[in-house]
């Protein structure tokens, strides 16, 4: 039942409600395919191949798991798989499978309109002068797609970390190191959480750390991490808008058990990001840069971005606007030119490539 779907490459997640309901995601938009299973007892057994090839269990005790599903010749581009049983799901097994996306580069976004020419190079050259960038958006609006095509960016002569809750990051430097989380066994013990792999790795010589997503109170320490050194980080979080994206990673960093009041922890999250990159997945399937950000405020002060392009959803094109004097201070100071492409004027005085 499931081979031929984890096999076509135009689905990006299955979503199994109970023996009798499939649904699948085909380019942004759920459609409900027929089901190939006869009885809950045929789905159980299914789910029961899927978590024990990887070593895990599901059953009355413990009635949900959620797990990453490696590459191999039945499952090419690999998933991440998560399972609850009744009685916590009341319309029966449900099983969500998301099927991890090609490592797409900025070319292809660039094809798919999900940025232009000019944003696209202006963050490789952001990339390059080891900005920290963060990478803020809704569930599915491709975030950790946006987040490989930036790493290709990363010069091959630094040492990479990736800190992810499932590996989907794709890199082709020779130096990159992945950590994976690991969830608690049988016996609640074992646990290994984002935050203890975030920590770790600053103790592994990263020239740069990406963290697949901050969820909790890891945003402290990647805040800390981005303040002492690593610079060029990359990250991702939930949130509605690129503004937004600051006041939840702040929210996050206060999840710690560190006892660090809001103005100190805004003092950080000024310290530490520059870029912000709000996505949007709109019902067409589409996803869409919609906004791009620079953290102008200092300090403690009330958060403040400059906004530096946004998508105009009514004339349906990218608006530019000008470069702040940071931003292209940042530029200057590693030797990166403001790309020729840049529609906006900048000050002559400013090398433009």
Known sequence: MLEPLLADETISEIMINGHETVYVERFGRVERIPSGFTSEAQLLQTIDRIVSGVNRRVDEASPMVDARLPADARLPRGARVNVVLPPLSLNGPSVTIRLFPKAYGLPELLQRGTLDQPIADLLAASVKARLNITVSGGTSSGKTTMLNALSAFVPDSERIITVEDAAELSLTQPHVLRLETRPANVDGRGAVSIRDLVRNSLRMRPDRVIVGEVR??????????????????????????????????????????????????????????????????????SRRVVEIGYLVSEQRSEYRMHTIARWDGIGHRFEHFDLPDRLLDNLAQSGISVPASWPVTVPASWPVS
């Open 216 to 285: 909790g109170g890891e945003a402290l320490d990647m805040l800390q991490a981005m303040n002492t050194g690593h610079d060029g980080s990359l990250t991702t979080v939930h949130a509605n808008s690129a503004l937004d994206a600051l006041s939840r990673i702040e929210t996050l960093a206060t999840m710690s058990e560190v006892d660090i009041p809001f103005e100190a922890i805004r003092d950080q999250v000024n310290g530490a990001l520059q870029l912000v990159m709000q996505l949007t997945r709109y019902s067409d399937g």
